[in-house]
């Protein structure tokens, strides 16, 4: 299993594989997020984009993105999706974590459903707070 980071200009070359996989995520934003504009957003070099691969086959994809802080630096992942988890996500957290050190941030941190916090436990990722939404619509 492998996992790269998607440099910008081969976005276009994956971008029909990677869509369905993110888009899952991108509904359960609240309609905080499309996924125009989570695709927008990597285009501009406002996320990054992530693939794991299997002989060849793209089996899952991530978002990421930078957000600073006063105190600190923190690399935030956005969207995640596809098949597999239990083959890519050892590699993928150590691959995030060496990128995060790499452009000095202090962790990695995501929202996402409570789901999450059991897969990411075998990665040593902890819950620290839970998100309270009340909608006005």
């Known amino acids: 299993m492998n996992v790269s980071l998607v440099p910008v200009p081969c976005v ?8 369905p996989m993110l888009l899952k995520s991108t509904e359960m934003s609240g309609g905080r997020w499309s ?3 989570v695709h927008s957003a990597i285009l501009n ?8 691969m299997e002989d060849n086959v793209v ?3 991530a978002t990421t993105s930078f957000t600073d802080y006063p105190q600190c ?8 999706g596809g098949s597999r988890l239990k083959g890519w996500m050892e590699k993928l957290d150590a691959i995030l974590e060496k990128w995060g050190r790499q452009h000095g941030c202090k962790g990695i941190e995501l929202t996402g459903r409570n789901g999450w ?7 040593h990722w902890a819950p620290k ?3 309270m939404e009340k909608s006005y619509e």
């Not at 630096?73 to 956005?78: A, E, F, H, P, V």
């Not at 916090?117 to 990665?123: G, Q, S, W, Y």
Request: glycine share 2%; net charge negative.
């Open 59 to 61: 089996v899952a994809a």
């Open 12 to 19: 276009p070359e994956v971008w029909d594989t990677v869509a």
């Open 73 to 80: 630096r923190m690399l935030t992942g956005q969207f995640l």
């Open 45 to 52: 070099e406002k996320f990054h984009l992530w693939v794991a």
């Open 129 to 131: 707070y839970t998100v």
């Open 35 to 37: 996924l125009e504009d």
């Open 117 to 123: 916090a059991r897969a990411l436990k075998a990665v």
